[in-house]
C-alpha cells in the first residue's frame, strides 16, 4: 500500500494536480513518462520502462484528444508500438507513412459502429414481405340519416 501511495504522491509532483486529474479521470492511473510522439489526430503516446514504476506490459500509453475516446481511434503504426510489436516508435512524417503503404490500401478511419456516420445498408429490390395495412370501412348502416 505504501509502495503504491508513494508512487502516486511522486507522480503528482511530475505531473502537476492539473495533470494528474485529468489523468484519473481518463486513464484511472496517475502515470508519468516520456513523450513519444503524436499522431494526426493530436492523440500523444507515453513510454516509461522503469521497473519500479510501471508494470511490466503497461510501460507504454495513451493520452486521447477526445474526450469520448475508443481503441479505433488508434492508427495501426501507433498500435503496433502500444502493443510491443515494433521496438521503435513510428516517425512524425505522415506523409512518409502514407507513401510506404501500398495502394490498394485506403487511408485509415477509426470505427464509426453507432454513430451517425456508420454505414447504413438499403436494398435496391421489391421486399418479399409487405407490412399489414387495415382496410378501415364504415360499420353497418348508420342511425342518423
Same mark, same amino acid.
Given at each position: ?52 514504476? &510501471?508494470?511490466?506490459?503497461?510501460? +507504454?500509453?495513451?493520452?486521447? =484528444? ?8 488508434? $492508427?495501426? !503504426? ?31 478511419? &477509426?470505427?464509426?459502429?453507432?454513430? +451517425?456516420?456508420?454505414?447504413? =445498408? ?8 409487405? $407490412?399489414? !395495412? ?12
Amino acid at each position: 500500500m505504501s509502495n503504491s501511495l508513494w508512487r502516486y504522491v511522486k507522480n503528482i509532483r511530475s505531473m502537476g494536480v492539473k495533470q494528474y486529474i485529468r489523468a484519473m479521470w481518463y486513464i484511472g492511473d496517475a502515470k508519468h513518462g516520456k513523450f513519444m510522439g503524436e499522431d494526426q489526430f493530436g492523440n500523444k503516446y507515453y513510454e516509461n520502462l522503469s521497473p519500479e514504476e &510501471e508494470t511490466p506490459g503497461r510501460q +507504454r500509453w495513451i493520452d486521447f =484528444t477526445q474526450h469520448d475516446f475508443n481503441a479505433s481511434q488508434v $492508427p495501426p !503504426e501507433w498500435h503496433a508500438w502500444l502493443n510491443n510489436i515494433r521496438k521503435d516508435p513510428p516517425g512524425s512524417d505522415f506523409q512518409l507513412i502514407e507513401a510506404s503503404r501500398p495502394k490498394w490500401i485506403g487511408p485509415w478511419r &477509426e470505427n464509426l459502429t453507432g454513430t +451517425r456516420g456508420a454505414f447504413k =445498408t438499403y436494398s435496391t429490390t421489391q421486399p418479399k414481405f409487405f $407490412p399489414w !395495412e387495415p382496410k378501415v370501412g364504415q360499420r353497418g348502416p348508420s342511425a342518423n340519416p
